[in-house]
């Protein structure tokens, strides 16, 4: 599996909703504060899009698409200068006037994703290094989402059994989608994990640390993996992932820790092992600095919900 599937592969959406809405012409609506990670596509029409604390507006076109990490505030309008209304207090007609519109080409601007809420260690990593807006407007890349896009917009609507949850499979899909190209347009001096995985010597010792998170691997061995000395490898890691290599390593490890004391049936000192640590103790240390608990409060957790 690779690096991003494996990161991927950890993400719980505690919540999500994922839909169409569509926006009247000549309207405005505003969304409040969000705590999760939304992904939208533009599937007809267009429209402008305010985040709160950006100069200016984004205006967004028929096949783009553009990803929030949690923050601030936004708006979305087809006409600049229209008083914005509550999201909140419009959803249901937004909602259904998507499900009822044809192609929507004449009649507003349809937009169809989805919002997941991702919370812990995992979703850190992956959304802090984000700016505000991802906007994915090259034409190539909005070529290689058109298939997920369409395929949702169908099942939108024409609803059928099952289409629920088709249509979060794919609003995920679609995230996943301008994560990756995200990462591929990204400048050369971009810090983020995504950008790493694009660096073909980080990768090669991420690769490593994500392979074998039990080895004991000190800086010398994984910059001897990316074929640079340990002051430049240190130096090049930190910039780019935005943590130190050894810090970066305790913090996967702990993070492959934190599921399989969530879904496995392992005992402590067994993880403790598959995690590279010499004794229990050591790694309930680690553990506890990363997570902020102790491994047995996880552990604990998942027998009260198995027991109710």
Request: hydrophobic letters at 45%.
């Amino acid at each position: 599996m690779d690096l991003l599937s494996q990161l991927l592969s950890l993400l719980s959406p505690e919540r999500y909703a994922s839909g169409g809405v569509m926006l009247a012409p000549e309207s405005a609506v505003q969304w409040p504060y969000h705590a999760g990670v939304k992904c939208y596509a533009v599937v007809s029409g267009a429209c402008w899009l305010s985040v709160e604390g950006l100069e200016h507006p984004i205006q967004l076109q028929k096949g783009d698409c553009f990803l929030l990490p949690p923050g601030p505030s936004f708006r979305l309008a087809t006409e600049l200068s229209a008083k914005p209304v509550d999201f909140r207090t419009v959803r249901s007609e937004m909602v259904a006037a998507a499900r009822a519109s044809g192609t929507g080409e004449s009649s507003g601007c349809f937009i169809a994703g989805g919002h997941f809420l991702l919370t812990g260690q995992a979703a850190e990593l992956l959304l802090k290094p984000l700016p505000t807006v991802v906007h994915i407007r090259n034409p190539a890349d909005k070529a290689a989402m058109q298939w997920s896009i369409e395929r949702m917009v169908k099942e939108i609507r024409e609803p059928q059994p099952g289409s629920g949850l088709i249509v979060q499979q794919l609003a995920f899909m679609l995230l996943i989608h301008a994560l990756r190209l995200y990462a591929d347009e990204g400048q050369k001096e971009s810090v983020g994990w995504l950008f790493a995985l694009r660096d073909k010597k980080l990768s090669a010792a991420l690769v490593c640390m994500h392979q074998n998170p039990e080895y004991k691997w000190t800086l010398a061995s994984l910059a001897a993996k990316a074929g640079m000395s340990r002051a430049a490898f240190a130096k090049h890691f930190k910039h780019t992932v935005g943590s130190a290599p050894i810090e970066y390593l305790t913090q996967w490890r702990m993070l492959l820790a934190c599921e399989r004391l969530s879904h496995g049936d392992e005992t402590i000192a067994q993880i403790a092992a598959a995690s590279g640590y010499d004794s229990d103790s050591a790694f309930a240390k680690a553990f506890k600095r990363v997570i902020g608990c102790p491994p047995g409060k996880v552990a604990y957790s998942k027998k009260n919900e198995l027991s109710t």
